[in-house]
T-cell receptor, first 112, second 113 residues
Framework: QKEVEQNSGPLSVPEGAIASLNCTYS??????FFWYRQYSGKSPELIMS????GDKEDGRFTAQLNKASQYVSLLIRDSQPSDSATYLC????????????FGSGTRLLVRP | DTAVSQTPKYLVTQMGNDKSIKCEQN?????MYWYKQDSKKFLKIMFS???????INETVPNRFSPKSPDKAHLNLHINSLELGDSAVYFC????????????FGPGTRLTVT
């Protein structure tokens, strides 16, 4: 079982819709969770971090964490074509010696 | 001002050659990292230095050797390059040792022919 799993996509949504990106992780001791956005040919850019159960909102982005279900998600409201990118979920856990472990990413396409 | 910079951006070389990639950060961070992103876009940590001390050394061929002359610089030297080394190599930094938020450089696309 992979440590951090994401659906590779592509996830296609129309402009203005809510995009929902999901991530599951295997280590129950995981402590910190991150979403990075990566445009094609560019470097990963940190967009959200979440450390406790519940929701965390930042502008059009909301990160949701459910440690009991080992599940973290990213909601993008009012999706724009400029949101089209690959979204990488990353987790830090004791099992990984506190290294940042990435999922393989979900490609999001926002249709104009 | 670029926070984390890498040189070169592109590197095309032949099998068997030795090459280096350089990284510099001006964020005042204590910890720096090297990651490899393969053709399937999977991003995996290779090394990490904290204040010039090696703290993460993943299972990578010993042809890869990191060096940190000071906490603002982290270089990656690769000996005897192989086709499978072709990938994008990213440098990253974080404020503290194993701190949570890491910031990435622009990447170096290495192509071995």
């Amino acid at each position: 079982q992979k440590e951090v799993e994401q659906n590779s996509g592509p996830l296609s949504v129309p402009e203005g819709a809510i995009a929902s990106l999901n991530c599951t992780y295997s280590d129950r001791g995981s402590q910190s969770f991150f979403w990075y956005r990566q445009y094609s040919g560019k470097s990963p850019e940190l967009i959200m971090s979440i450390y406790s159960n519940g929701d965390k909102e930042d502008g059009r982005f909301t990160a949701q964490l459910n440690k009991a279900s080992q599940y973290v998600s990213l909601l993008i409201r009012d999706s724009q074509p400029s949101d089209s990118a690959t979204y990488l979920c990353a987790v830090i856990s004791r099992d990984s010696s506190y290294k940042l472990i990435f999922g393989s990413g979900t490609r999001l396409l926002v249709r104009p | 001002d670029t926070a984390v910079s890498q040189t070169p951006k592109y590197l095309v070389t032949q099998m068997g050659n030795d090459k280096s990639i350089k990284c510099e950060q001006n964020l005042g961070h204590d910890t720096m990292y090297w990651y490899k992103q393969d053709s399937k876009k999977f991003l995996k940590i290779m090394f990490s230095y904290n204040n010039k001390e090696l703290i993460i050394n993943e299972t990578v061929p010993n042809r890869f050797s990191p060096k940190s002359p000071d906490k603002a610089h982290l270089n990656l030297h690769i000996n005897s390059l192989e086709l499978g080394d072709s990938a994008v190599y990213f440098c990253a930094s974080s404020q503290e040792r194993l701190a949570y938020e890491q910031y990435f450089g622009p990447g170096t696309r290495l192509t071995v022919t």
